[in-house]
């Protein structure tokens, strides 16, 4: 290997490091977000088609679900297909806002943590796997690690933007 190109994978490596860790910390950052937004306005939504703090909870986990069996698809199936699924429709056909957000977010905290520790063991061979998703077509094991260290960040960003609006509503 030369030089420049074991610079780049030790590059590429840390940079995986810090996402797995960002992954593996999102319960913490999840409840400490939701630490700072007033039970009282958990309901709120801005618009009919805007998620309540309530409902994004509830998604948050029920992605989880799909994040952690996709994984695993990864890790001993790749190459298969993997399915998509409407959130939307799920939100309202299973009813999310009477769901119980303690309930989601301890099943979070459990699927969370079980596919932190398995990734954190994965052999480097294993990062080269593949699945397909019908939406957003092939994609890596990093791809996976991508969209679901960023998802927590994202949707805190979109429980604030609820809040304020609930801020100047109140």
Known sequence: MTPDLY???L????ERADKIELYGDAYRILTEALARLPKEMWHFKASPDDWSVHEIVVHITDSEANSFVRCRRLIAEPGTDVMAYDEKGWMQALRYSEQSTEDALELFKCLRLATYKLIKTLPESTWSNTIHHPVNGTMSMDDWLDTYARHIPDHIEQMDR??????QET
Request: charged share 10%.
């Open 7 to 9: 610079r780049m994978v």
């Open 11 to 14: 590059m590429l490596n840390t």
């Open 162 to 167: 609820g809040y304020a609006a609930w801020a």
